[in-house]
């Protein structure tokens, strides 16, 4: 067959709407999504995208951890635990000087939002009127904000709404029957109620989780059912691939499959169709082409800059360079925006 014959035979469709049912989902459900063939489940998912997010731009976060380790709980998983012997050394909240720099440097690289994250179970007052004047100090630049402090009581949550914050990061991590093997210091549902608290006060949620720490499928199913059933579901929803760092106890987890990451990300994206689907940890592990086909899948977020806390990240030069090779745009910040975050 002649290159000619060859596009004949090749008829361009546009996508075909998708109705995806407004939850609740139950775990099953999300279970035969996630085991359809994958160039099905890829169709879907950037159908969903397409109808949803028809300029198909990428949002650039940077996270900055402003206050580093000793961390009283035991999450599985993190370096910053004072559980576990990591090397990552304890330190002070950052000074605003320091954060505003970071965030400028964000800034002037192209991201739009800038998340701060502190390794507390939970802020005390005087910790949360420092972070409102980070709050306040990097909203001045015209990002959007985001803050992952721990634990959050209702009043808390409303001081950071009132100091600017858009976003609040707290992840469910996994499904709540997989939950006490990773964490037992906090329980699922204080994870929920954090959750309601961030919702109430009108603050952004952004909530996702961690594959790769030894689950099951259904595990990963059951996590999805949760985000997705979140009413309403989280704006913004990382998804991370386990970081294995050494002295954590899940140092030694199974690595991921690259197409259920990717499969992970469709399904987020065709059940949660308005969020932002964020590729987080894990991205320096699995190269170009998987990255790519997870763009194809609906992830529109990526966390940009070369630490996530204190893990390895892509540089930013990398990130770039992807993106143009796959014609990606990144988001920017609107002049609406610019002007509602400096008001
Ligand atoms: S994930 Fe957060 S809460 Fe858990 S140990 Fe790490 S810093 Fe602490």
Known sequence: MGANDLQQTITLHRPTKVETPPGPWTVEAIQALLDKPLMDLLFEAQTVHRQHFPEGDIELATLLSVKTGGCPENCGYCPQSAEFD?????????????????????????????????????????????????????????????????????????????????????????????????VDTRSYQDRLDTLAHVRSAGISVCCGGIVGMGEQPVHRAGLIAQLANLNPYPESVPINSLVRVPGTPLADSEPVDPFDFVRIIAVSRITMPTARVRLSAGRQQMGDAVQALCFMAGANSIFYGDKLLVTGNPDVDADVQLLRKLGLRSRRTTAAEEAGACA
């Open 86 to 182: 990591t090397g990552v050394k304890a330190q002070k909240l950052m000074e605003v000087d320091e954060v505003l720099r970071a965030a400028q440097a964000a800034k002037d690289a192209g991201a739009t939002r800038f998340c701060m994250g502190a390794a507390w179970r939970a802020p005390k007052d005087r910790d949360v009127e420092k972070v409102a004047v980070l709050i306040e100090a990097v909203k001045g630049l015209g990002m959007q904000t985001c803050a992952t402090l721990g634990m959050l009581e209702p009043h808390h949550a409303h001081q950071l709404k009132a100091a600017g914050l858009d976003y609040y990061n707290h992840n469910l991590d996994t499904a709540p029957e997989y939950y006490t093997d990773i």
